[in-house]
């Protein structure tokens, strides 16, 4: 008996449904997520050929044999250059990674160009967490910790609560330099 032919698909557009047809069957995911991956590959699609990426029909235009190392390294290349930020161009490596394996499990592509041209996925920074600095925020916190369901009750933890807030009011803030870890 013949091996099964691998399905065809003949543009980029029609390979990422494909795709998204199969992951959502499998884990099930929200509109919205199946949203974000078509944004994130017409973003991509446009970018490789240097068009707006307003323009989102463009990924119907885009045969597989256009994904190249070359070629996705200058797209993602636009992508930075365009100013977006590394937590988007996190999200777009996530998805055409995920994009890349199915289509190599499918026997679209020989080879993941991401990995072929040694593109990392971009490293997203830690935020630090917001402080406390102004003394109305401060009352909201206090407020908050003395505040019990029961007013009748005798909650050991209202003591504790109070006493956390007024020790973290008055520690200052430390500086990022000191937060950090070597």
Do not use: N
Not at 29 to 56: C, E, I, Q
């Amino acid at each position: 008996m013949a091996a099964p032919t691998p399905p065809t698909f003949p543009t980029l557009a029609e390979a990422v449904e494909q795709w998204l047809t199969v992951k959502t069957a499998g884990r099930g995911l929200s509109p919205h997520t199946v949203r974000a991956y078509r944004a994130d590959v017409a973003t991509f699609a446009a970018h490789l050929h240097g068009v707006s990426p307003t323009d989102r029909g463009f990924a119907s235009r885009v045969g597989l044999s256009e994904l190249t190392p070359g070629k996705v390294t200058v797209a993602l290349s636009a992508i930075q250059a365009s100013g977006a930020a590394d937590k988007t161009r996190a999200r777009l490596h996530g998805t055409l990674t995920g994009l890349f394996a199915y289509l190599i499990q499918q026997r679209l592509l020989e080879q993941d160009p991401l990995v072929a041209a040694g593109v990392d996925r971009p490293k997203v920074g830690k935020r630090l967490p917001r402080y406390v600095d102004k003394p109305a925020e401060f009352a909201q916190v206090i407020a908050a910790a003395a505040a019990t369901p029961d007013p009748e009750a005798r909650d050991p933890w209202v003591e504790r609560d109070l006493a956390l807030a007024g020790l973290l009011a008055g520690t200052p803030p430390v500086p990022e330099k000191c937060a950090r870890s070597p």
